[in-house]
């Protein structure tokens, strides 16, 4: 034995040399330690705790409200650290031990996975860089955990560039690419870039060979074509899901998505057809309140209103139909219903106060307990602005509620004393029986609590019972209940049923019973009544009627709250709630019935930006005007000026603009004492004082209306010289007509009514006497051409006598033999008699005639406020009627009587020339608007003038009129039984329809 021992020690030595790490065979056994030792173990504890991520994404529910993450982190398996611990320890054993082995770089991978499931990124990152140094078999592996650390740390810009560094590489890798788009597919969701995120998505799905990588992608596909609005091919990827045998939640995900989208968007019939498979299988049991809440939906769509309520009301308040789970969404589905449909505004801002407490923020499941990195983004079917919408509707029902209050407040403020007494005993009274309900209520929960074994009872002074709680008879409760919600709950609505929301202030009790006793003492049985008892014993509740106004300073001080408050609620109508024409009304209501308050100047630029938004700028413009004019010197005459593109008026100039309005006022007053030639002077100089003031178009307009007035009243031509004294070279400047060279005469410096129009039309454009300026044009248009038709037919007139006359002397001196010379000049005097009268009615008759068209324009001197003469005082009620029934005759003969071949053969018109939107036959009173002669202009003044009276009840129409000349077409606004009516309609849309507007009377044809 001991000669054998050398050899043996020899081969010992041998066999560890060999097995030195730089050898073959001790590389060799390094790897095989390396392997079976440590990475082996660290690669089992990786894949368990990988293995227990994915199982616990398959069980969850799908989190439909954000997109669906196709990878996921460490925020889902954080709950288990242990396994990926112990993966990172043993791979760390393998670096130190083992530093030359061929499993380092699987160990930094084992490494860099394990840290990012427990969420050290940074970690991560540094790992899967040091495996890209390495030139490593793993590069593509790197690669994309790479992407997924960065994209789950935020970094996206960084991302971005890595991901597409490794897709326009050339060796990439067909068995990762799928990989690399999917992850930059994410990558843009999370970026927002829907259609490039599309795009990858579809390039992914066509190479991927992960099933349950598939599934998820083609779902998420799905939420991303829902989001570009692409719905039917939303539907499709939804579909597409099933196709790749996916885990039961994503299948279910997946099949109740494509039936929302269906109802929303596509197919509600379709959409309850594949929602009853859904219903039918059993599998689907534990989601039957999703389902039902789905129901509601599509029956919504599909205008089932009742069955959807009915199907609400079942989940809310049905037990058994698990509710609970979607209470906060039916509560914004009806909210939804009652805003949409019924438009019962303080109903949907309960719901949507319920929703907003009931509904989690989108991904706030995943997010319980947990540290997350970035906001998952909500997908389309999320709902997001639960929150928004209860702050909305509720400010609506909180400022609706104050605005009812405070009219009930209000009509008690007007009552007498005997009337308010008699409220306020009704009102005891309805208290007193409330009280008793409740003591019956009371009493029955005290025989309950007795029969259990409750504690002892008093009562108190309204013979309420009061349970005495005996410590240690609460139980489980807690000492005095307070572990009950419920009997602390009815504890507190008992309380408040009592007392109310009493103010935390000293002797409340005592200052209340005071004032309700004042309120009582204005009876005539005070001393009885104030005592009412409704019971034996029982003393009538009193009520604090301290709110209500019954003095004048309380009462306007109540009515300038509700205009506020009145104003207030347009504004959320308008602004918060998109709903301009609800917040119109309120607006005109500020007003109409405010007019004292000083918000009514905020209400006239409101509703102005309303009527813009709808599209109608020419009323838009007409309240810009009525701003500037009767609030000059507001911040919001200075925004109406900036929205009629008008230079804003230097603000120094407020005083002489108070002295304009100051001058303007005295005129007016001077012209109500009676019209004159210094009053005409007077306005007009004003207005070439006050150019730059809203007083000056007003001015010059009063003056040329003055002026017409003058005209009647001394039969003078409307078309002659106006009685100003201002001088030429003035006239020149202000730009009434270019300056005058050498060869001017004086006619060509003579002011007239038609250049005073013309104007006030071109340099005050935007102003509400711009277009009246314009209407006034056109009617001293119609009326000149008028007087020439008749001048030429009396001057035919004139010629045929006197031919005629002249033929008769001829005849007489030839049978008679009669001196034809003396003969002629007795005729030619006689001849010169009757054209000299002629000539002297056809003045007089062009005078009245043009004076009478145009009395409908010469009004009173408050322009804006005086319609007609019968509004200005200067005729009675009965003197109108009889001028609008001799003003319809030439109308009802176009209407009565068919026009002859010879009237009608230039006109491209029947016997009746409206447009069908007034029955002319049945006769009464129309609101005349303009004239034309030709009928398609009429017509087109119906249509555009038309849009922007859309909101009123009245119809415009076209009529036809024979006049002297031929036939004349006018437009008419309604068909009305009493002038009464007619001149309410034109009080009503003052300033909206021309001002020289008239009452027509409109014979009718029906027996």
């Given amino acids: 034995m001991m000669r054998n021992t050398p050899a043996a020690l020899f081969c010992m030595l041998l066999f560890l040399a060999g097995c030195s790490s730089t050898s073959f065979l001790g590389s060799r056994f390094n790897d095989f330690s390396a ?56 791979s760390a054993d393998i670096l130190r031990k083992h530093p030359n082995s061929k499993w380092v770089d699987n160990a930094i991978m084992t490494i860099g996975k394990a840290w990012f499931f427990t969420n050290n ?21 790197a690669n994309f955990w790479l992407a997924r650390t960065l994209i789950a740390s935020g970094v996206y810009e960084e991302a971005f560039t890595h991901l597409q560094a490794v897709l326009s590489a050339e060796d990439l890798s067909s068995r990762w690419a ?34 349950d990588l598939a599934a998820r992608a083609q779902f998420l596909e799905g939420q991303v074509l829902e989001q570009l609005g692409r719905y039917t091919d939303a539907v499709a990827a939804f579909e597409r899901v099933q196709r790749h045998k996916p885990f039961y939640e994503l299948s279910y995900a997946a099949q109740f998505s494509a039936v929302r989208v269906l109802s929303d968007h596509v197919d509600p019939d379709e959409a309850m057809r594949r929602l009853r498979r859904m219903e039918r299988d059993d599998k689907n049991y534990e989601h039957r309140a999703q389902l039902a809440y789905l129901r509601g939906r599509v029956l919504t769509e599909q205008g089932r209103y009742s069955e959807a309520l009915e199907e609400y009301d079942e989940l809310l308040y049905d037990p058994t139909a698990g509710g609970s789970q979607v209470r906060g969404r039916v509560h914004y589905a009806l909210g939804t219903f009652y805003r949409d449909v019924f438009s019962d505004y303080p109903y949907a801002a309960a719901h949507f106060d319920t929703a907003a407490g009931a509904i989690q923020a989108p991904g706030s499941r995943q997010q319980s307990g947990r540290v997350i990195t970035i906001p998952p983004k909500p997908s389309p079917g999320a709902i997001t602005d639960s929150d928004d919408q209860a702050r909305i509707f509720g400010s609506f029902s909180e400022v609706l509620d104050r605005i009812v209050l405070m009219d009930s ?77 419920v009997r602390m709950l009815q504890a507190r609505q008992d309380f408040l ?34 005592r009412e008892q409704y019971s034996v014993g029982r003393v009538m509740p009193t009520v604090d009627v301290s709110a209500v106004p019954r003095t004048q300073e309380k009462f306007d001080a109540m009515l300038t709250d509700r205009a506020n408050a009145r104003y207030e609620l347009a504004n959320v109508l308008f602004l918060s709630m998109n709903r301009p024409d609800s917040a119109s009304v309120w607006y005109r209501m500020v007003i109409e019935e405010d007019k004292d308050e000083l918000v009514v100047q905020r209400a006239y630029y409101a509703l102005a930006e309303v009527q813009r938004t709808l599209g109608d700028t020419l009323a838009a413009n007409r309240l810009y005007e009525i701003i500037i004019s009767d609030y000059p010197e507001s911040d919001l005459a200075d925004q109406a ?51 730059t003031t809203p007083v000056a178009p007003r001015a010059l307009y009063a003056a040329g209306r003055a002026y017409l007035e003058w005209a009647a009243k001394d039969s003078v031509d409307v078309l002659g010289k106006m009685p100003v004294s201002t001088s030429t070279t003035r006239l020149e400047t202000a730009g009434f007509y270019p300056r005058m060279d ?130 200005a005082g200067i005729v009675s009620s009965d003197e109108a009627e009889a001028a609008v029934e001799q003003d319809a005759e030439t109308e009802q003969k176009a209407v009565q009587e068919p026009l002859n071949e010879e009237e009608s053969s230039n006109l491209e018109v029947d016997n009746d020339p409206g447009l069908g939107n007034i029955d002319w036959s049945l006769g009464g009173y129309t609101i005349h608007l303009i004239s034309y002669e030709d009928h398609e202009m009429a017509k087109a003044f119906v249509i555009n003038f038309g849009r922007s009276l859309q909101d009123v009840q009245q119809a415009l129409d076209i009529y036809g009129a024979e006049v002297q000349g031929g036939i004349e077409f006018r437009v008419g606004l309604g068909l009305f039984n009493t002038v009464r009516e007619a001149e309410s309609v034109i009080q009503q849309l003052s300033g909206r329809i021309p001002g020289d507007a008239r009452i027509s009377r409109i014979q009718g044809t029906q027996q």
């Avoid at 991560?124 to 140094?133: G, M, T, V, W, Y």
């Avoid at 999917?182 to 190479?207: K, S």
Wanted: no cysteine; aromatic share 8%.
């Fill in 35 to 90: 392997y079976y030792n440590k990475y082996y173990n660290a690669q089992r504890s990786l894949s368990e705790g990988i293995r227990g991520f994915e199982d616990r994404m398959r069980v969850q529910p799908i989190d439909q409200d954000i997109f669906l993450p196709l990878f996921g982190h460490g925020d889902q398996a954080s709950m288990q650290r242990k396994p990926f611990e112990d993966a990172v320890t043993k």
């Fill in 121 to 141: 990124f940074v970690g991560a990152e540094e790992k899967f860089n040091d495996i890209l140094e390495l030139d490593s078999p793993l590069r593509d592996e």
């Fill in 178 to 211: 799928p990989y690399y788009q999917l992850a930059l597919a994410e990558l843009h969701v999370q970026n927002e870039n829907w259609e490039e995120a599309a795009v990858e998505l579809e390039a992914g799905l066509a190479t991927i060979r992960d099933k």
């Fill in 409 to 485: 407040l209000l009509y008690l403020g007007t009552l007498d004393d005997s009337s308010f007494a008699a409220v306020v005993t009704e009102l005891r009274k309805r208290r007193a029986e409330e009280i008793e309900e409740m003591q019956r209520e009371m009493r029955q929960r005290q025989s309950e609590s007795a029969f259990r074994g409750g504690g002892a009872i008093i009562e108190d002074d309204y013979g309420f019972g009061a349970e005495v709680l005996v410590a240690g008879s609460e139980g489980e409760a807690g000492f005095l209940y307070h572990k009950d919600e």
């Fill in 497 to 530: 049923s009592i007392w109310g929301e009493r103010p935390l202030a000293p002797n409340w009790r005592r200052i209340a019973a005071i004032e309700a006793a004042q309120a009582e003492e204005r009876t005539e049985d005070s001393d009885e009544n104030t």
């Fill in 641 to 691: 000026y900036t929205r009629l593109g008008r230079p804003i008026p230097d603000r120094a100039s407020a005083d002489s603009l108070a002295m304009a309005e100051t001058a303007y006022k005295n005129s007016q007053a001077q012209w109500q004492q009676g019209v004159s030639e210094e009053v005409i002077n007077d306005l007009f100089e004003l207005g070439l004082e006050w150019t």
């Fill in 742 to 871: 050498s060869t001017a005469t004086a006619e060509d410096s003579l002011l007239t009514l038609p250049m005073l129009l013309r104007y006030i039309r071109s340099n005050y454009s935007n102003s509400l006497q711009a277009d009246r300026a314009n209407l006034m044009l056109v009617a001293l248009q119609e009326d000149q051409r008028r007087r020439q038709v008749i001048a030429d037919s009396l001057a035919a007139r004139e010629l045929a006598v006197a031919d005629s006359l002249q033929r008769v002397a001829d005849s007489l001196a030839l049978q008679q033999l009669i001196p034809a010379d003396s003969l002629r000049l007795t005729l030619d005097s006689d001849s010169l008699a009757q054209v000299d009268s002629l000539n002297m009615v056809s003045e007089v008759g062009a005078d009245s005639l043009h004076v009478g068209a145009l009395d409908s324009i010469a009004v009173a001197p408050e322009e804006g406020d005086v319609p007609d003469l019968q509004q």
